[in-house]
């Protein structure tokens, strides 16, 4: 489904004996590189998501910056590997000649938001972003290439795949909030999303 050019929703792509699967492999992934409370470059102010990352490269945002790095902040090991179901999942539908090179983990409990924002820390800005929700609900807000475009809500429920690639690839979006106990894929509720990247030009 075509949401607007370049951003394609592909619902209820992941049954759900694959999200448990894939949950298992997250969960391997926050063991060997544990959770972090990125911070708002220059002030400091900690986001109320959390996040880590496996691959080649990892998201990090702290005082100093955004930016990606080959290790984890606080353990100072290289990032897990991204799970080998993700690296088909990208080759069935990311349409894209290469592999991604970073994972990011993104961890929502209930009180957790994502501001509007756009995804442009990438070296390469012509590889789409692909994204994998597991666990509740989210009421997820998408923009255009401008901040104040008109933007809509949808919901990204657990199974959804999202690619932001093409014309879309700069779309500005957001989590608004997500709905607490509309998923049982986590036994305590909350959600995640995995955004595959492709960070260094191939
Ligand atoms: C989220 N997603 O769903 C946040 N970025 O938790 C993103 O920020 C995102 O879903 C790039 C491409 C797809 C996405
Ligand atoms: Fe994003």
Redesign the pocket.
């Known amino acids: 489904m075509e949401l607007r050019p370049g951003v394609h929703l592909f619902p209820a792509h992941l049954a759900r004996p694959a999200q448990e699967e894939l949950l298992g492999e997250v969960r391997a992934m926050v063991a060997a590189a544990p959770l972090l409370r990125p911070e708002m470059p220059g002030t400091g102010r900690p986001f109320s998501?959390r996040m880590t990352n496996g691959g080649p490269l990892g998201w990090v945002s702290d005082r100093k910056g955004y930016r990606y790095q080959p290790t984890h902040p606080g353990t100072g090991a290289p990032w897990p590997p991204i799970p080998a179901r993700l690296l088909r999942l990208w080759e069935e539908v990311a349409d894209w000649p290469v592999p991604p090179d970073a994972c990011l983990v993104?961890f929502?409990d209930e009180t957790a938001r994502?501001g509007l924002?756009q995804?442009r820390d990438e070296e390469d800005l012509l590889a789409p972003?692909?994204?994998v929700?597991l666990g509740d609900e989210?009421v997820?807000r998408l923009g255009g290439l401008e901040r104040g475009d008109p933007t809509r809500s949808l919901r990204?429920r657990s199974g959804d795949v999202?690619?932001?690639g093409g014309a879309g690839r700069l779309c500005f979006?957001?989590?608004d909030r997500i709905l607490p106990g509309s998923s049982t894929l986590l036994p305590k509720g909350g959600?995640i999303?995995l955004?595959l990247r492709r960070v260094r030009p191939h």
Do not use: E, I, K, Q
């Open positions: 998501v993104n929502y994502l924002h995804d972003v692909l994204s929700s989210a997820f990204l999202l690619v932001l979006h957001g989590v959600r999303n955004t």
